[in-house]
């Protein structure tokens, strides 16, 4: 199971603040996600890296951007915060393992940022 | 349109009995599922998964099902008990895909009594 840490755990911040949620891994995998989550929703992606210096939008539409200049650390960033970003905020990793054409990967989650925007 | 669903949002079974969580899908390109399990304030943790060529996949208390005809999974939890209760997460995702993303269902509430 990989090791991958999120800091902060909670956050509480005041609505036009700049932050940045931190996402680490030292699995060395090179995939990496964002997902924000809302209670009793389903996870919804927000962004992806292949590797380094690869970074992709996800299907949910977000305000935030993220970097990935090294493996290990993808952190993404909320320039001016609303409470419409108020939200759980899950960063995973995988391998990217496949077996010929049949997808086995394994997406691996941190323990989450909860962000309220006040 | 959601492409992964969940249909039950709470499940309650007795400490000892079988849980089984139900998930559902469209999308006949998807060939890997997973089912994560999530505490409140916790980022969800990796259950078990399987491969479109398989129809069961076990691990201990845990096996999966997968009816690929139906378009249907299943998480069957034996026997259950009080650190079960929490939300499972049924998702799947699509290869060949640069990606690797996972679609997600809504999540199922366990609630296993003692």
């Known amino acids: 199971e990989a090791d991958i840490y999120q800091t902060p755990r909670y956050l509480v911040i005041g609505t036009g603040k700049k932050i940045t949620l931190e996402c680490s891994q030292t699995?060395?995998?090179?995939?990496m996600y964002w997902y924000q989550q809302d209670p009793g929703m389903e996870l919804h992606l927000i962004h992806y890296?292949?590797?380094?210096?690869?970074?992709e939008k996800g299907d949910l539409s977000s305000e935030s951007t993220v970097s990935r200049i090294r493996t290990e650390h993808f952190p993404l960033t909320l320039e001016s915060a609303r409470p419409s970003h108020t939200s759980q905020y899950l960063c995973?990793?995988?391998?990217?393992?496949?077996?010929?054409?049949?997808?086995?990967?394994?997406?691996?989650f941190g323990p989450g940022t909860r962000l309220t925007v006040l | 349109d959601q492409q992964v669903k969940q249909n039950s949002p709470s499940l309650s079974v007795q400490e000892g009995r079988i849980s089984i969580l139900n998930c559902d899908y469209t999308?006949?390109?998807?060939?890997?599922f997973l089912w994560y399990k999530k505490y409140p304030a916790e980022g969800p943790t990796f259950l078990i998964s399987?491969?479109?060529?398989?129809d069961k996949n076990e691990d201990g208390r845990f096996t999966v099902f997968l009816n690929k005809s139906a378009k249907h999974l299943s998480l069957h939890i034996v026997p259950s008990q009080p650190g079960d209760s929490a939300v499972y997460f049924c998702?799947?995702?699509?290869?060949?895909?640069?990606?690797?993303?996972?679609?997600f269902g809504q999540g199922t509430t366990l609630q296993v009594k003692p």
């Open positions: 998702a799947a995702s699509e290869y060949p895909s640069n990606t690797g993303k996972l679609i």
């Open positions: 399987i491969s479109s060529i398989k």
């Open positions: 699995m060395g995998h090179d995939k």
């Open positions: 995973a990793s995988s391998e990217g393992r496949h077996y010929g054409d049949l997808s086995t990967d394994t997406q691996y």
């Open positions: 890296s292949y590797g380094v210096n690869s970074t």
């Open positions: 999308n006949s390109m998807f060939d890997y």
